[in-house]
């Protein structure tokens, strides 16, 4: 048995812990099941689990959530247009969240993947101080992906 202040009591019979519990007018609660002799201890349970769920909650306050943010464009994309979609990854990267390049092909476009490649690595070279490639040049369908993170 272990008391509020973290002393050992020693092995004590339930009957005599719950005493020595209620005279202090506090809980007895079993922390070790599986030890022989089971361990317990004495202590306020109610603030127990209240701190513990403030932890709880001030840890879900400092973790963040990573979203992944999409930017499309086309094989034919221009200059202008390009520049524009690169400096929204730019942005979604700053912010801290993943961001995906997806390159559309439409009709006969599907011949020219290799424009969409040459697209993708332009991305990556505008992008590369800040930027990690995740994967690279993923064909799904009609769409060439890549997904780009931001460097820590």
Not at 15 to 32: F, M, T, Y
Not at 67 to 94: N, S, W
Not at 124 to 139: C, F, I, R, S
Request: proline share 4%.
């Amino acid at each position: 048995m272990i008391s509020p202040e973290g002393e050992q009591l020693g092995i004590l019979p339930i009957v005599e812990a719950l005493r020595i519990a209620g005279e202090r007018e506090l809980d007895l609660v079993e922390v070790a099941a599986e030890a022989t002799p089971p361990v317990c201890r004495i202590m306020d349970f109610g603030k127990y689990k209240y701190l513990q769920s403030r932890r709880v909650k001030e840890a879900r306050k400092k973790q963040t959530i990573i979203q992944v943010k999409e930017v499309k464009m086309g094989p034919k994309t221009d200059e202008h247009d390009f520049q524009f979609k690169a400096r929204h990854v730019r942005r979604f990267l700053e912010e801290g969240n993943k961001a995906k390049v997806t390159i559309r092909f439409k009709g006969r476009e599907m011949a020219h993947i290799d424009l969409g490649r040459k697209l993708l690595g332009r991305m990556t070279q505008e992008l590369a101080d800040m930027a990690t490639v995740e994967y690279a040049g993923k064909l799904e369908g009609r769409n060439l992906s890549m997904i780009l993170s931001p460097k820590h």
